[in-house]
């Protein structure tokens, strides 16, 4: 089975915080297909094509990972990591959106390769401006790196 690349994965445990996040990015002005995962687990099955994924060849490439930290199954941190290591993954840029203002966990998402750390605000409007803001940048203003073949 070939399906088309998703445009974001957005891996999210938190129904409130997914549901905010999606409704956001339906905003985000230029139009994008959104894959969501619910743990770390299923975020690294999805992007290898491992388990449920399994049957789609070659496993989706998503031009942008929005990653949570607190995930159950794998941490976000853990899912990082993998997809860090990985040369077919390791070009997928991937923001960290947590709700996590400890300084530890920013600092060990940057030396584990993240692209971007961005605390989640409380306020909706200023989610909705960050939301915008992310899609503008790393889909229309950043120039992704070509598909690194799986050795």
Known sequence: MEAQD???LLVEDNPEDLALALFALKKVPMPCIVQTVR?????LNFVFGRGPFSNVSPPPRPRLILLDLKLPKLTGLEVLRELKKNGSTRGIPVVIMTSSSQEKDLLECYEEGANSYIQKPI????????INGIGSYWLTINKAAPAARAF
């Open 6 to 8: 998703p445009d974001i």
């Open 39 to 43: 743990d770390g687990e299923e975020a």
């Open 123 to 130: 306020d909706f409007s200023e989610f909705q401006s960050i």
